[in-house]
C-alpha cells in the first residue's frame, strides 16, 4: 500500500511559479513510477508527467515541455512538479499516482494508487 498527500498548490499569476510535492508512505517508494495528473472543471484528467523508477527517465505531455520538471528523491519518498511560466490554461486540480509501471506512463489507468489533489489556480 502506498499512500499520497500532495501539497503546494495555490493561486498564483501567470507567468509565476509553483513546486508541486508528493510526499509518499511505505518503504518500496523507490520501485514505483510517479506520474502527475490534473483535471479541469468539466474536463477529462489529463496526463501531466512521470518519472520512472529506474532510471527516473522523465515524460512530459507536449503543452508543458519546457515549462514543468519532474524529480523524485527517493530518501525522502517525494515526488515533485516544479511549474514555471504558469498559464491560465494550468488551472486545474492536480493529482499525483503511483504504479508499478515500465510504459504507458500517460495512461492513467496504470496507476494504482492516487492522492488526493491540490488546487493550482492561474489569474491572467
Known amino acids: 500500500q502506498v499512500q499520497l498527500v500532495e501539497s503546494g498548490g495555490r493561486l498564483v499569476q501567470a507567468g509565476g511559479s509553483l513546486r508541486l510535492s508528493c510526499a509518499a508512505s511505505?518503504?518500496?517508494?523507490?520501485?514505483?513510477?510517479m506520474g502527475w495528473f490534473r483535471q479541469a472543471p468539466g474536463k477529462e484528467r489529463e496526463f501531466v508527467a512521470a518519472i520512472s523508477y529506474s532510471d527516473s527517465s522523465t515524460y512530459y505531455v507536449d503543452s508543458v515541455k519546457g515549462r514543468f520538471t519532474i524529480s523524485r528523491d527517493n530518501t525522502k519518498n517525494t515526488a515533485s512538479l516544479q511549474m514555471n511560466n504558469l498559464k491560465p490554461e494550468d488551472t486545474a486540480i492536480y493529482y499525483c499516482?503511483?504504479?508499478?509501471?515500465?510504459?504507458?506512463?500517460?495512461?492513467?489507468?496504470?496507476?494504482?494508487?492516487w492522492g488526493q489533489g491540490t488546487q493550482v489556480t492561474v489569474s491572467s
Open positions: 499516482a503511483a504504479g508499478r509501471v515500465t510504459r504507458y506512463y500517460s495512461d492513467k489507468n496504470v496507476y494504482n494508487y
Open positions: 511505505g518503504r518500496t517508494f523507490s520501485s514505483y513510477a
